[in-house]
């Protein structure tokens, strides 16, 4: 078992070269997937950006008067499903913010109808944020609003929200919203319902290297207890449109700080399948070199994802499954295209 002082002693170039750091976390990927490198065909769908907690963190939520602020009608969320299901989708990818004057049954029926109209699209939807809020105004507990969203057709859930699961940093980055024992319990419910989930680390604001370690140990003392996570992707910091990054005069991190992140993450978290070097996040460049630093996972074509563009991510909205097939190849892996549960998709 690797010691707290030990994991955060990687995070200092000046004790520990990155190429070291890479070539042992390569190692644990090789374990787990071989010259496999994962990513599906999927569509980002972001309902309302109208969310009540407003964090510093976040340039994507708005209050509900502003004039960025919109609401997708359900039968323009179908539309955007049927699109995905055309472009041969095999997820569909549901995050939002947390809209006070939505009820619960919008959620469920959301999920219903998606599941009812399109049954091939596997539907990730719902950040643990999002679930303790379906709770809270249903006055359900956690577990039976998990056990009605599955019954509806939800399968997995995202990993969002996680941000730092330390509370004092929690404080400063996005006060209003539930804090990390609430992420943790949403996730563990889930895992005993049966639902699989992914987990972030949103790294590179005002967390210390301790912050980044604790939360890390976190994740893999929950993957020990339930073994429902299948991946975690760490998340750069976008700091260009944000309160905090404003305040704090914040910079984006480095892809030499982004490539000791994810070999760190491949390190500790050895109980989890997957490292995930998600290209919306990351950069392609940045994505496609840590596939040697221990990822081995490209996420997806994701169309039409909102919450890290309007944070000022550069990347495009989409790319091609032969773009990320050539990414994967040029890098000396064998693509393998997969559903939301890690499960090779063959296609015809
Ligand atoms: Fe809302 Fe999530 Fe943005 Fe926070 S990060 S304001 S919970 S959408």
Redesign the pocket.
Known sequence: MISMEKAVRWFDSAQTPLHELGTQADAVRKKWSGDAVYYNINAHINPTNV?Q???A??A??CDSDSPRAYRMELDEILQRAEDAEKAGCTEVHLVS??DPRLPYGWYLEMVREIHRTFPTLLIKAFTA?EIAWMAEISGKSLQRVLAELREAGLKTLPGG?AEILVDSVREKI?AR?PMSEVWLEVHRTAHRLGIPSTATILYGHLETWEDRVQHLFRLRELQAETGGFLALIPLAFHPGATVLGKENALRRTSAEEDLRMIAISRLILDNFPHIKAYWISLGIGTAQTALAYGADDLDGTVRQERIHHDAGSQTPQCLTVEELCQLIREAGRIPVERDSLYRPVIRS
Do not use: A
């Open positions: 969310c907690y407003r964090c963190l976040c994507y939520s913010g947390v944020v929200g996005c919203k």
